[in-house]
């Protein structure tokens, strides 16, 4: 079974060991530490069998996701599964765990950036309703970035309407 486990501090080092797998631009831990660090960050480690041991096959540490919520925005800091656990629902899994708990922390919308040529995980955004909003020229080592934003279905109130006073009858 693969638990999500809250990622802190400590598991630093092992979500840069993560994210050098999975990108061809790896984090170091101290940038993983100083990500973790700032106001409004989250993060989780999907486990499959309770072993945190770096593994290419359960049990061991299989997914992540980063996440950052700053007044009703949140940001997708990174997001990867390991490649044997790829193509099971994994990666749908730990961005909806992001977006449940971005609204439930006050976020309304949720944004990231994916490299142009990331569709495999453009299509996972997509599936959950993201659109492009914007490009980030050479974001990546000279590659351009796709901005995308996600809606979080959360309704604020419009104060206005909120604070209308009743007609009297
Ligand atoms: C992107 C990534 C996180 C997807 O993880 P995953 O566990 O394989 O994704 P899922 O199994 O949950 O797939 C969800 C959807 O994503 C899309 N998708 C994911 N991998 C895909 C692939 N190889 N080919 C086509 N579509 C793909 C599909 O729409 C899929 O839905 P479906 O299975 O119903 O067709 C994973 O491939 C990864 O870690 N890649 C390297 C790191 C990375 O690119 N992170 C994102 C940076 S912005």
């Known amino acids: 079974m693969i638990e999500l486990v809250p990622a802190s501090l400590v598991h630093a080092a092992l979500l840069a060991g993560m994210h050098g797998i999975c990108f061809t631009e790896a984090w170091s831990a101290d940038a993983m530490a100083g990500l ?81 040529d990331n569709v495999n995980a453009q299509a996972l955004y997509q599936s959950r309703g993201f659109v492009q909003v914007g490009v980030r020229k050479g974001y990546y080592a000279g590659k351009d970035a796709l901005v995308m934003r996600g809606d979080l279905g959360r309704k604020l109130i419009n104060p206005i309407a909120f604070c209308r006073p009743h007609k009297a009858k």
Not at 62 to 88: C, F, K, N, S, Y
Not at 105 to 111: E, I, P, R, S
């Open 36 to 116: 973790l660090d700032m106001p409004g960050a989250e993060g989780v480690i999907a486990v499959d069998g309770q072993s945190l041991t770096p593994a290419m096959e359960p049990p061991g540490p299989a997914g992540m996701v980063l996440w950052r919520v700053a007044g009703d925005e949140a940001e997708i800091l990174t997001i990867a599964v390991l490649p044997p656990w790829r193509r099971h629902g994994l990666g749908r899994r730990l961005l909806d765990h992001a977006m449940a708990e971005s609204r439930t922390q006050g976020a309304a919308a949720m944004f990231l950036e994916v490299a142009a």
